[in-house]
T-cell receptor, first 115, second 115 residues
Framework: ETGVTQTPRHLVMGMTNKKSLKCEQH?????MYWYKQSAKKPLELMFV???????ENNSVPSRFSPECPNSSHLFLHLHTLQPEDSALYLC??????????????FGPGTRLTVL | AQSVAQPEDQVKVAEGNPLTVKCTYS??????LFWYVQYPNRGLQFLLK??????LVKGSYGFEAEFNKSQTSFHLKKPSALVSDSALYFC?????????????FGKGTRLHILP
């Protein structure tokens, strides 16, 4: 295991639901990331947190709302999603965001299906 | 524009044969290069990275990669493939954008090792 856990592993939700994805890292890292992995598309970086402060938001729709209460936990709150938001959502952590030679450790992902 | 490319969507190799998964990059400044592997229903796992020094980098599971500055390549190699190496492989490169470190991932190459 990589030391990064994600729950739930699978989630099915309707477009009007509100749900949250949870990520926890046990590695003592200071940086955490959310990625979206869709079929036939490159891995998309959504959000980056460094020491609980959001340092990057890659033009992600407001129906995705991240929260980082401490350096070990990261949440992704979901509301009024669209079917095209169905994807594998991956959480990752690294020692620091910079310099950029720190490898990232990924969780197993949450497979999200929006009906 | 800064980028990373994996020119092959799929690579098929017979078990026991050497394998190569290709990666080329275009960055400003010194490149930091990474390889990750993703097994089915799992997150990405770090394999190896090049920061500086010896052009041949050794990583996990018997994999190695060769940094070639003149060809701007960082191909992943293994002398003798195993069926268990079948997975999705991602090359990644650190880029500097607006003085911020970012890691961008290639689209991935699916490796099939044939028994």
């Amino acid at each position: 295991e990589t030391g990064v856990t994600q729950t739930p592993r699978h989630l099915v939700m309707g477009m009007t639901n509100k749900k949250s994805l949870k990520c926890e890292q046990h590695l003592g890292h200071n940086a955490m990331y959310w990625y979206k992995q869709s079929a036939k598309k490159p891995l998309e970086l959504m959000f980056v947190y460094s020491l609980e402060e959001r340092v990057e938001n890659n033009s992600v729709p407001s129906r995705f709302s991240p929260e980082c209460p401490n350096s070990s936990h990261l949440f992704l709150h979901l509301h009024t999603l669209q079917p095209e938001d169905s994807a594998l959502y991956l959480c990752a952590s690294s020692r620091e965001t910079a310099p950029g030679y720190n490898e990232q450790f990924f969780g197993p992902g949450t497979r999200l299906t929006v009906l | 524009a800064q980028s990373v490319a994996q020119p092959e969507d799929q690579v098929k190799v017979a078990e026991g044969n050497p394998l190569t998964v290709k990666c080329t990059y275009s960055v400003s400044g010194n490149p930091y290069l990474f390889w990750y592997v993703q097994y089915p229903n799992r997150g990405l796992q770090f394999l190896l990275k090049y920061i500086t020094g010896d052009n041949l980098v050794k990583g996990s599971y018997g994999f190695e990669a060769e940094f070639n500055k003149s060809q701007t390549s960082f191909h992943l190699k293994k002398p003798s493939a195993l069926v268990s190496d079948s997975a999705l492989y991602f090359c990644a490169v650190r880029v500097l954008m607006n003085r911020d470190d970012k890691i961008i991932f290639g689209k991935g190459t699916r490796l099939h090792i044939l028994p």
